[in-house]
């Protein structure tokens, strides 16, 4: 309704909203941004924008340029007739509508993946694309001549391979496959443990030429290489830092790996995964494994995908390539079948 205005005694005329524009003679009103019109795109910018909490940040996880999100946000905004974000030095701060609106996207989000993931259980024929995670060691060392062997097999299947030590999110098709060494595997996953990762104790090779195992009482002075502190949940480093001197670990570094190249090279010797170190020549074991050290290699998915074919034939051909090289990785092996494995 109009509140009505006085113009002569007796007489009112209607007062216009001030909100209200008229548009130019003979030009069409540009259309409105509504509450109706808001898309799903905009609910995945409130919330990117709510999780980065800076327009560049989540313009860069949308694919989009930062003048794009700045002007979209102040459209929503204005669509809705509430402010869901207050500007602070430290950064974009959700109000309650923003952390409202965006909450929501994440239930939609979440929706959708679920949705796609079903999906894609339901396939049927083992082709198209297979996204797998794992960390570089496993990669390197172990499982690049096996996945050369499934493509090989089933050549209508592309990898997509992603190297990361963290835990990436399956639920949102980050990767349809994780192959990890835990003991304690997430439990919304599913799969299968296809070995277990023996560590033992390694040295260079030409600076032990004298009969192995070596008592580990006549190691403590040696010097010692170590992951770093970013590894410190790993059983071998915490024995490390419980039994050797911190002046005598002399080099550490975050990847197995460089640990592996820094015993290689002298620096110092380290527990190593046995399915790395039994196949260089160039390093020695000190000692036997240690169960204390080992951890679980396990094949995991999503329950909705664990049924979709080209899933159930990467773990099924996976489990089998990895349970022939059992001796190697839980290291069983005998030292003189090194050169062996490293030419299998």
Sequence with gaps: ???????????TRPRTPSLMKTA????????ALSSKTLAWDDFRLIKAIAERRAL??????????????????????????????ERHRSGYVATPAGDEMAQLAG????DISAFALKLAGQEITPAGELRVTTNDSLLIDLLTPVFAG?????????????LSNQALNLSKRDADVAIRATDNPPETLVGRKAARIAWALYGRAEAFAGPVPVPLEGLWARNWVSLGDGFAGLR???????HVAPERIVYKVNTVL??????????????????????????????????GFSADLWLLTHPDLRHSPRVRLFLDFMAAELGRMRPLIEGVQPQAARAAAAGA
């Excluded at 694919?63 to 809705?80: D, K, Y």
């Excluded at 239930?107 to 979440?110: E, F, H, K, L, N």
Aim: proline letters at 10%.
């Design 1 to 11: 309704m109009t509140e009505p205005t006085q113009t002569a005694p007796g007489k």
């Design 24 to 31: 130019a003679k003979g030009q069409p009103s540009p259309p």
């Design 56 to 85: 560049p940040a989540a313009a860069i996880s949308l694919g989009l340029n930062h003048s794009t999100v700045f002007r979209r946000l102040g459209q929503i905004e204005a669509a809705l007739g509430v402010k869901l974000f």
């Design 107 to 110: 239930r939609v989000d979440d």
């Design 150 to 162: 499934f493509l090989a097999q089933c050549p209508a299947i592309r990898l997509d391979v992603l």
């Design 236 to 242: 071998a480093v915490r024995y490390l830092v419980q």
């Design 258 to 291: 460089g640990l592996t190249e820094a015993v290689e090279a002298g620096i110092g010797i380290g527990f190593l995964p046995c399915f790395i170190a039994d196949t260089r020549p160039g390093l020695t074991r000190l000692a036997e494994p240690d169960p």
